[in-house]
Structure formats: structure tokens, C-alpha cells
């Protein structure tokens, strides 16, 4: 009987695969490329290539591609075959370490924020051997980063290179400050929990608003919704477990480490989470993991629905990014050691996160900015739009006693000495979780739980790894050359808490309480994404991204105009969207029977003269009422969407939130009133109690 073991990872051209095919010399020379980030030489190129086609072409491969991650925030490809002519009318099968290398795919029509026009189509990808490559659908997938002809970054995987090399370059100096010289690199690693709602495929196909937008733009709360809890971490159903299984397998064959499963608060929302991997291999497994969750769902007649809020009134899904940092010899930098110097260590680098966390809330903010998650964020399932930290009541009682300069008890549990007379004994792996917070502490990482189901984790990751970096810089040129390293640490912990301690909320976000007292200490409430989008390029902003070589100026403005863009359009489509239903669907369903429901009223007046037929006939005059008020709003959005149109940028971005928004809430008000006032049977789409319930 085949098992898991049997094959995991057999569609991976993985460190196993490479021992086997590759030259000694080759492999070697191979993985000090991958390790200490050093320009890749032509023949080992070449010989990699060899060795990848045979073994690609031997699992019934005949094309490859380079896989990239363009602005979109879905993946990209464009197919080659191995083939090449010769003479006879035959051919052969050839891959070498040019096309390995680098590939040429249109650069013009992706998202570039105007650093290419149209008529400059060349950009270039670049093959990213950290990531391995693998196959799907008998393609050989090569993971690649994708540039513009002049340079500029096009992708949001080179930018996320960049930052893992700036922050592991960073922590490393400060490790070996600790006298850890045996580290050799440091690296970021990642646990995505990805949230996802299944609904029947034949419901889905009836409806515009999923199929166009990803998430319902009417639609009445069902009798019944998620107050029982019943559907948290409950008895998979059949067909859904089916699909569960399905999906882990495929994940297990390209080795994406798919681990934990189960139900989720809502009715047919669920939960898949992996194994922590390197932050830019957990990143490529997680658009895989979307793209296959929609595949699979294919299979088993379901819709996978990954927008952040595809219904009112019931929770909407997140994606939550685990993130930490870990040397090469084994040791995780956010946890507490068994010794006095590791548990100085291990403050220093919670500091370092807390104070990247208070200086830039704009960009963590930035970072999980999109039309559909503002539909998510401050709902009473996520985090609010301000952004805040949790550590617990002991962690912070510690760090409290540092900044007394007093001493704190271990209060009876599992506790450690520092080392330094001013820092107390640290309980460690003492924290409970707080769901409600944005960015919380959970005994060795940082739960940043703001992240949209449906986005790349490579934007969040991107902004934590460069603003901790520059905290580490900091603290860096503050302790090298002290004289008593243990002093000027204890100091350092103490200042850098009490400068940024506001930033620190252990209580509960979804409170009105929170917010009052979140604007008392200056922290920011971006509520939505123009308004947090219009922080990116301050000069902050862009002076931090160029110090580290993660974006150069234009590449910031570029990236603040395709998420501009991206907004504007989002909502645009919704808007034609709700237009088109109301226009073509809701209103002529809803006059039929109201005509319909008329024509009965007369027919009861004629054959039982004197009936009271008052409650039917306001039942028609709430419903033409309704339907006057619907045309009227979609007449109104229409216009307002035009006008939006006229604008560009930001002013468009803000322009539809103030303006094209409302209209869509005040319609979906109109129209699922008018929902609970029809015959189901004359309502034009499959209702909510259809969709989360009907799933067996």
C-alpha cells in the first residue's frame, strides 16, 4: 500500500533529487549559490538544466516555464517546449543553462505603476534557485523573479529576496555580537494559515457577483448563521473531507507541507495550515496551495472562495502569517534560551519587532490594504485597521520590570536568568493567544493576523522583514562597541520599551474602548485602503525601502500607483457587476411577481367582493417601492462610477470610497429587503441558507 512517504515530494526537483543527478562538484558549487546568495556560474547552470529536463522529461514532461509572481498577486507563466529541430524532420530535446537562467516574457501588459509603457514590452525573469522546481500538469515549473528591461522590479518575489537578505544580514550582526560565530546566515520562515470557503459549484454558477467579484454583492442573512458555533472545528462532512484528502495529496507530490485541517467558525468556511518552511519557499507554496484549493474544488463540484468577506454577516477569512526568525545552526532568535546570554539575545530581538512595529504601523497597514479586505478588517471575526501588538500579561510584565529596573518573580512556572542584575528571571512560553489582536506574540513568532485570505504573503513579509531590519541596524551601532555588553543591553531593552510601549495592547481590539484609547496614544486608524495606501510613499517610507535596496524610489511610486489602480478597479467591477443583477435580474424577478401577486389580489376582490386584502396589497406597494428605490441607486452608481473613471491614482481610489461604496451598501440594503419579501421561488439566486447549508 503506497504511503505519504511514498510520494512526498515527487514532483519536486528537490535537495534529494539534485544529490542524485548532479555531479559532486556541481551540487556543491550549487548549494554555496543557495546558501551565501553568490552569482550562479554557466556551466553549473548548464549542468543543473541537463540534469532537470532528463528528470522532467522522465516524469512525461515536454515543456517547461518560468513560474513568476507578477503585480497581480497571482502567479504567472508562459510554456516552452524542450523541443529542437534538426535535420530529417526530427527532433530533440534540449534545455540549457541560458533558458534556466533567464526567460523573456511581456513586460508592458502586467502591472508596472508606468515603469513600462506599452510599446516597451521586454522584461526579463530570472531563475530563483532558493526556490525549488517542480512539475504540474506535465510542465516543468521553474520559480523565477521578474524585472524590467531597465532593472526595476516588476515581481514580488525580488523584493522579498531582497528583505530575507537584509534582515538575515542584520540579525547576523547582532547574533555574533552575542558571540554566536558559528552562525553562518540567518533566515525568516513563515507559516501561512490559509482560511477558504467551499460552496456547491452548480450554486456558484448562478450567481454573477462570485463568479466576477469573489464575493456576494446582495444577499439576506439566512434564518440561521454562525451564533451556534457549531460549525468551529465540528465533524467534516463527507464530500468536503473527500476534497480535503484530494488536496492534501496533491500538496504532499509538490512537498508543500499541508499539516493541520478542520472547520472554521462560519458555515462552510475551513482552514488549512502547512508547516513553517523559509519564508520564500513558504511564500511559492502558498499561491500553489490557492491555485490547487480552486482545482481540487473542481473535481468534488465545489467553488473554492478565497475573497476575504464572499458573505455578510458570517465571518470572513483571513490568511494568517507566522513569522520568525531562525539561525542556520537551529536556533529560533524569538524564543527563550537556557541561558542568561540567549535570553538577552531573545529580548533584544522582541524589542527589535516592537519597535519596527510602533515606527511603522503605516506599512504593516500598507501591507494587507485591499478593497476586499476592508470588507474584513474591524468586522467582529479580524483585527481592527490599527494596528497594535500582543504579548501576553507575563511577557509584558517582564519587559515592565525592565523598564522599572526592578525585579519580577517567575510566579512558580519555568523561569530563566538573564544574566544582568536589572533583568528580572523571564517565564518563558507563558502567553495565552489573543485572536482579536493584529500582530500578536505565541511563545516563538509573531501571529500577523491582518492578512487577507486571497492575498500573496509575500507583501506582509516583504515590510516585516525590512523594518525589523532597521531596528536590528540600529541596535547594532548602539551595542558594538560597548564595554559591558550585558549593561548596555539591559539598557537598550529598557529605553526602546518605554519609547514604543503604546503599541503594546493585551485586551480586546474589537472594543469600542480600544479605539478611543488607541487614538489617545497616537496610533494610526487607517479605516481604509486609500487612506492607508496615501502613507506608502512618505518620505519615511521611501527612505527606509532605499537604505535596504528592497524598492528604489520609483519602484515605491510604481507599486503605490498599481495598488491604487487595483482598488479602483476592484470596486469597479463590483459596481457593473451589482449594476447588471439589479438591472437585468432582481428588479424584472421582483415586478413579475409583484404583478403576479396584483393579479391575485384582483382575482380574490372579483370572486369574494369586500375581502380585506390589505396585507397583500402593501406587500406590493413595499415591493414596487423597493423596486423604485433599486432603479433610482443603480442609476446613481452608474453615474458615480463614470465619474470615478475620469479620475486617476489615488484621487480615483478616494473617489470610490467615498463615493461608489456607499451606493453599493445602500443598494444590497434595498435588495435584500426585497429578498425576504418574495416567493423564494421567484428570487433569481441561490439564497444564502441555500449555499452555507446545502453542502453535505
Known amino acids: 500500500?503506497?504511503?505519504?512517504?511514498?510520494?512526498?515530494?515527487?514532483?519536486?526537483?528537490?535537495?534529494?533529487?539534485?544529490?542524485?543527478?548532479?555531479?559532486?562538484?556541481?551540487?556543491?558549487?550549487?548549494?554555496?549559490?543557495?546558501?551565501?546568495?553568490?552569482?550562479?556560474?554557466?556551466?553549473?547552470?548548464?549542468?543543473?538544466?541537463?540534469?532537470?529536463?532528463?528528470?522532467?522529461?522522465?516524469?512525461?514532461?515536454?515543456?517547461?516555464?518560468?513560474?513568476?509572481?507578477?503585480?497581480?498577486?497571482?502567479?504567472?507563466?508562459?510554456?516552452?517546449?524542450?523541443?529542437?529541430?534538426?535535420?530529417?524532420?526530427?527532433?530533440?530535446?534540449?534545455?540549457?543553462?541560458k533558458e534556466l537562467v533567464k526567460g523573456e516574457p511581456d513586460a508592458s501588459s502586467f502591472p508596472n505603476g508606468g515603469i513600462r509603457a506599452t510599446f516597451e514590452a521586454r522584461g526579463y525573469t530570472a531563475w530563483d534557485p532558493t526556490s525549488y522546481a517542480f512539475i504540474k500538469d506535465d510542465t516543468l515549473y521553474i520559480p523565477t523573479a521578474f524585472c524590467s528591461y531597465t532593472g526595476e522590479s516588476l515581481d514580488k518575489k525580488t523584493p522579498l529576496l531582497r528583505s530575507m537578505e537584509a534582515v538575515s544580514a542584520e540579525a547576523l550582526k547582532i547574533v555574533h555580537l552575542f558571540g554566536k560565530t558559528d552562525v553562518k546566515s540567518i533566515?525568516?520562515?513563515?507559516?501561512?494559515?490559509?482560511?477558504?470557503?467551499?460552496?456547491?459549484?452548480?450554486?456558484?454558477a448562478k450567481r454573477k457577483d462570485l463568479i466576477y467579484t469573489g464575493r456576494t454583492l446582495i444577499g439576506a442573512r439566512a434564518p440561521k448563521g454562525q451564533e451556534m458555533e457549531d460549525h468551529y472545528f465540528g465533524s467534516i462532512k463527507t464530500r468536503v473531507a473527500a476534497y480535503m484528502r484530494d488536496l492534501d495529496k496533491e500538496l504532499w507530490k509538490l512537498g508543500i507541507n499541508s499539516k493541520t485541517r478542520h472547520n472554521e467558525v462560519a458555515p462552510c468556511q475551513h482552514e488549512l495550515a502547512p508547516v513553517f518552511a523559509s519564508t520564500n519557499i513558504a511564500v511559492d507554496h502558498n499561491q500553489l496551495t490557492m491555485e490547487l484549493m480552486k482545482k481540487v474544488a473542481e473535481r468534488h463540484n465545489f467553488a473554492?472562495?478565497?475573497?476575504?468577506?464572499?458573505?455578510?454577516g458570517v465571518n470572513?477569512?483571513?490568511?494568517?502569517?507566522?513569522?520568525?526568525?531562525?539561525?542556520?545552526?537551529?536556533?529560533?532568535?524569538?524564543?527563550?534560551?537556557?541561558?542568561?546570554?540567549?535570553?538577552?539575545?531573545?529580548?533584544?530581538?522582541?524589542?527589535?519587532?516592537i519597535k519596527a512595529t510602533d515606527e511603522y504601523q503605516d506599512l504593516m497597514r500598507c501591507s494587507c490594504a485591499s478593497a476586499g479586505n476592508d470588507h474584513r478588517l474591524g468586522a467582529s471575526e479580524a483585527p481592527p485597521a490599527i494596528v497594535s501588538m500582543f504579548l501576553g500579561d507575563e511577557l509584558t510584565e517582564v519587559l515592565e520590570a525592565i523598564a522599572g529596573e526592578r525585579a519580577v518573580s517567575g510566579k512558580g512556572k519555568t523561569s530563566m536568568e538573564l544574566g544582568v542584575h536589572v533583568l528580572p528571571k523571564?517565564?518563558?512560553d507563558s502567553t495565552d493567544r489573543n485572536r482579536t489582536s493584529p500582530f500578536a506574540f505565541t511563545g516563538n513568532k509573531f501571529e500577523f493576523r491582518m492578512v487577507g485570505s486571497s492575498f500573496s504573503c509575500a507583501g506582509p513579509n516583504i515590510i516585516i522583514n525590512t523594518i525589523v531590519a532597521k531596528s536590528l541596524r540600529s541596535f547594532y551601532e548602539e551595542l558594538k562597541d560597548a564595554k559591558d555588553l550585558n549593561a548596555a543591553v539591559a539598557k537598550l531593552v529598557r529605553e526602546t520599551y518605554k519609547k514604543h510601549k503604546r503599541i503594546i495592547f493585551n485586551g480586546n481590539n474589537y472594543s469600542d474602548e480600544w479605539v478611543k484609547e488607541a487614538e489617545k496614544r497616537g496610533l494610526l486608524n487607517l479605516r481604509s485602503t486609500p487612506d492607508a495606501l496615501d502613507t506608502y510613499i512618505s518620505d519615511k517610507n521611501i527612505a527606509l525601502f532605499k537604505e535596504f535596496g528592497i524598492f528604489s524610489p520609483v519602484e515605491v511610486h510604481s507599486r503605490y500607483e498599481i495598488l491604487n489602480e487595483e482598488y479602483s478597479k476592484t470596486v469597479n467591477i463590483e459596481a457593473l457587476t451589482l449594476i447588471d443583477m439589479?438591472?437585468?435580474?432582481?428588479?424584472?424577478?421582483?415586478?413579475?411577481?409583484?404583478?403576479?401577486?396584483?393579479?391575485?389580489i384582483n382575482a380574490k376582490?372579483?370572486?369574494?367582493?369586500?375581502?380585506?386584502?390589505?396585507?397583500?396589497?402593501?406587500?406590493?406597494?413595499?415591493?414596487?417601492?423597493?423596486?423604485?428605490?433599486?432603479?433610482?441607486?443603480?442609476?446613481?452608481?452608474?453615474?458615480?462610477?463614470?465619474?470615478?473613471?475620469?479620475?486617476?491614482?489615488?484621487?480615483?481610489?478616494?473617489?470610490?470610497?467615498?463615493s461608489v461604496i456607499p451606493y453599493l451598501d445602500s443598494i444590497r440594503k434595498d435588495a435584500d429587503e426585497l429578498e425576504l419579501l418574495v416567493d423564494s421561488k421567484a428570487w433569481p439566486f441561490p439564497t444564502y441558507g441555500d449555499m452555507l447549508f446545502y453542502v453535505k
Request: aromatic letters at 8%; hydrophobic letters at 35%.
Open 1 to 97: 500500500m503506497e504511503t505519504v512517504a511514498d510520494y512526498f515530494g515527487c514532483l519536486v526537483f528537490n535537495d534529494e533529487a539534485m544529490r542524485e543527478r548532479l555531479p559532486k562538484d556541481i551540487y556543491k558549487s550549487l548549494m554555496k549559490t543557495i546558501s551565501r546568495g553568490k552569482d550562479i556560474d554557466i556551466n553549473v547552470a548548464n549542468s543543473v538544466a541537463n540534469a532537470m529536463k532528463t528528470w522532467a522529461v522522465e516524469k512525461g514532461c515536454t515543456h517547461f516555464t518560468h513560474w513568476f509572481q507578477p503585480m497581480t498577486g497571482i502567479t504567472a507563466e508562459k510554456h516552452d517546449s524542450f523541443i529542437t529541430p534538426v535535420e530529417g524532420g526530427r527532433v530533440l530535446l534540449e534545455f540549457s543553462g
Open 187 to 204: 533566515r525568516t520562515t513563515v507559516g501561512p494559515e490559509q482560511e477558504y470557503f467551499l460552496i456547491d459549484k452548480d450554486d456558484y
Open 304 to 312: 473554492c472562495l478565497l475573497h476575504e468577506k464572499p458573505f455578510a
Open 316 to 353: 470572513g477569512s483571513g490568511k494568517h502569517n507566522n513569522w520568525s526568525l531562525s539561525t542556520d545552526t537551529g536556533s529560533n532568535l524569538l524564543e527563550p534560551g537556557e541561558s542568561p546570554m540567549d535570553n538577552a539575545q531573545f529580548l533584544i530581538f522582541l524589542v527589535a519587532v
Open 426 to 428: 523571564f517565564p518563558k
Open 582 to 600: 439589479i438591472t437585468r435580474q432582481v428588479i424584472p424577478a421582483c415586478s413579475r411577481y409583484s404583478a403576479k401577486l396584483a393579479e391575485g
Open 605 to 658: 376582490k372579483i370572486a369574494v367582493p369586500g375581502i380585506d386584502c390589505s396585507y397583500e396589497e402593501s406587500l406590493v406597494q413595499k415591493i414596487t417601492s423597493l423596486i423604485n428605490s433599486l432603479a433610482a441607486k443603480s442609476s446613481e452608481l452608474e453615474r458615480v462610477t463614470k465619474e470615478a473613471s475620469k479620475l486617476v491614482g489615488s484621487a480615483r481610489a478616494h473617489y470610490t470610497r467615498n
